[in-house]
């Protein structure tokens, strides 16, 4: 999981004076333009780099790659690679990274409510 310390997640309210501010952590930790994205698409099921790739628009491997790196060093995605020709690296959610299914729903649900359902 990412090591950052306490002093790199104090909110700026004063009100909250020395108490860690969980939205901070959590938007370090899942936030970025392509996070949500990977994670969304990794809900219950295991894909491959090249599967994940075509899935998710408008991402370049590279950037797949580094986020992937990152959110396997946070403890997010697990990183299943196989001794094979050609090469194939199985991309699957950590437990952790599974606990966020509730958000997605309710997020799915803000959207449906304010975004979809309201015109």
């Not at 020395?18 to 219950?44: M, P, Q």
């Not at 790659?65 to 690679?81: A, P, Y």
């Amino acid at each position: 999981m990412n090591n950052n310390t306490q002093e790199e997640h104090v909110c700026n309210d004063k009100t909250q004076n020395e108490h860690i501010c969980k939205i901070s952590i959590f938007t370090n930790i899942i936030g970025g333009k392509w996070k949500l994205a990977i994670l969304w698409n990794l809900r219950n099921r295991t894909l491959r780099f090249g599967q994940l790739a075509s899935v998710i628009d408008g991402i370049s491997r590279k950037v797949l790659s580094d986020q992937l790196q990152q959110m396997d060093k946070d403890g997010l995605v697990i990183r299943k690679s196989f001794n094979e020709t050609p090469p194939r690296v199985d991309y699957s959610l950590t437990k952790i990274a599974k606990n966020l299914d509730p958000l997605f729903v309710k997020l799915e649900e803000w959207v449906d409510i304010n975004y979809i359902n309201n015109n």
